[in-house]
């Protein structure tokens, strides 16, 4: 285990992942969107599954802006390497990310399938928190694959703005829009009630 973890290190070293600018706004988009999430979790006007949702969403976005600098996933394919080369296989490596990225994506569908389900009531006014979700997990995905095969895909830029850029901002925001609409209707729901206390039929 400790061969294995200085393999690692020697591939990977703690710091920030990203320092740039772009780096620092797509680390305050996914807090913002956390704690969007985290305060519509305590507002909204579904039942708890629902309130469950936006904490648990609440929770992955803020990993996911921790992790922006950390750079985790980068420890984890040093790792994968170092396991391979210990163990002989290597030079099948390919067949194994392959495997692998196949895997996170049946797992990313069968989430995202088990969460419409479970909220199937509620689609009006999570439906588009999900969609947010569906392009936070396609990025980390993309970003998986293309550690081998998707670089140039992502690095891409269309009127000066990186593709990368676009799409890993995409899902916090879909994320903050659909935060904000159920804080107001949660609101309106709460004044709405009020109003029929103080004035019953």
């Known amino acids: 285990m400790d061969n294995l973890l200085d393999c690692a290190l020697t591939r990977w070293q703690p710091g920030l992942g990203d320092p740039h600018p772009m780096g620092w706004i797509t680390v305050a988009a996914y807090a913002a969107a956390a704690l969007a999430a985290w305060r519509a979790g305590g507002r909204g006007i579904g039942m708890g599954r629902e309130r469950v949702f936006w904490r648990l969403t609440a929770v992955l976005l803020a990993f996911l802006a921790v992790n922006k600098q950390l750079d985790l996933q980068s420890f984890m394919t040093a790792t994968g390497r170092c396991v391979a080369q210990a163990e002989g296989w290597y030079d099948q490596r390919r067949a194994v990310q392959r495997t692998v990225i196949l895997a996170l994506m049946a797992t990313a569908v069968a989430v995202w399938a088990g969460l419409v389900m479970l909220l199937r009531g509620a689609l009006a006014r999570v439906g588009l928190a999900l969609t947010g979700l569906v ?56 004044r709405d009630r009020l109003a029929r206390r103080l004035h019953p039929d």
Not at 177 to 183: D, H, M, V, Y
């Open 135 to 190: 392009f936070v997990f396609a990025f980390v995905l993309i970003r998986a694959v293309g550690f081998h095969h998707m670089d140039s895909l992502i690095d891409m830029e269309v009127m000066s703005v990186r593709m990368n850029w676009a799409l890993e901002l995409t899902g916090p925001a879909l994320i903050i829009l659909a935060a904000l609409l159920t804080r107001r209707r949660g609101e309106a729901w709460g």
